[in-house]
């Protein structure tokens, strides 16, 4: 598959779905608290995309039965909800999602939430995994090589002393979920620079953060991807357009809005 370069129309219809999701994410964000389980924040996540006019796009995908992920702790991605995994004070809890609406064009994002009071070191697992994003953000144009979006996140990491996943990373978006082209998660010299990046281009960028080592285990149940060490992990993903002059973020939530913000207080 080629890297799928998307017109003016479609550019505007990524804004719609990914403004659809980041609306979902902040009502969302409302619900989880102690005492509710995995199964319970799915289905409010589905209630809330299909109040946007928009389908789970992970509901079904190559037999994925849940309509978001919902990963806890040492969990990092595709964890499966189900109704007795009861959230617990202190856990962290990330919530990756997908979404369709009529124009075909889709959305892929992901928060790691904290429930209730949560640990030092699960604050800045957490803090860690969105500075990643935002340090690859602020040198989004056109004309960059693609790994240098992954040496941006390798150098927040590598400051936390935190570890990266290998096996998984982040991807072009469009009309199919997953379009080229792929995005390390880690970077070393062995994978190169890559393509450059070019106006028109929808990058989800979605570092994965591990407080231990970087080796993950997939359970028996064919999904449910963990730390091999079974500390904790945390994920966090937005959809980015490129555009002539830098770059758009479209999954945009009151998280979103606040890195913005930050950003733009440090000019």
Not at 64 to 79: D, M, Y
Not at 140 to 145: Q, V
Not at 156 to 169: C, I, M, P, Q, W
Request: aromatic share 8%; with cysteine.
């Amino acid at each position: 598959m080629a890297i799928i370069i998307k017109s003016k129309k479609e550019m505007d219809d990524l804004i719609e779905v990914g403004q659809k999701l980041g609306r979902v994410f902040d009502r969302l964000s409302l619900e989880i608290r102690p005492g509710r389980s995995t199964f319970e924040i799915s289905h409010l996540a589905e209630k809330f995309l299909r109040e946007e006019g928009c389908k789970p796009t992970f509901k079904g995908y190559d037999g994925f039965p849940g309509a978001v992920c919902t990963s806890v702790n040492e969990t990092l991605i595709h964890g499966i909800p189900h109704k007795d995994h009861i959230l617990k004070e202190g856990d962290i809890l990330s919530v990756d999602m997908g979404n369709v609406d009529d124009t075909s064009m889709q959305g892929d994002a992901c928060r790691t939430f904290a429930v209730g009071n949560i640990s030092a070191e699960a604050q800045e697992l957490i803090r860690c995994s969105e500075e990643c994003f935002y340090e690859a953000y602020k040198i989004l144009r056109p004309g960059i090589h693609l790994n240098e979006i992954s040496m941006a996140i390798q150098r927040v990491a590598d400051r936390y002393h935190f570890s990266l996943v290998k096996e998984y990373g982040g991807h072009g978006l469009g009309r199919e979920m997953h379009e080229d082209p792929f995005i390390y998660n880690y970077y070393d010299s062995t994978l190169g620079l890559g393509p450059f990046l070019r106006e028109g281009m929808c990058l989800a960028i979605e570092p994965m953060v591990l407080a231990g080592s970087n080796k993950v285990v997939t359970l028996k149940d064919g999904w449910t991807v963990q730390s091999a060490d079974r500390r904790l992990t945390a994920h966090y993903e937005n959809d980015v357009l490129i555009t002539k002059t830098g770059a758009l973020i479209t999954s945009v939530d009151s998280n979103v809005r606040r890195h913005l913000s930050e950003l733009e207080n440090q000019k």
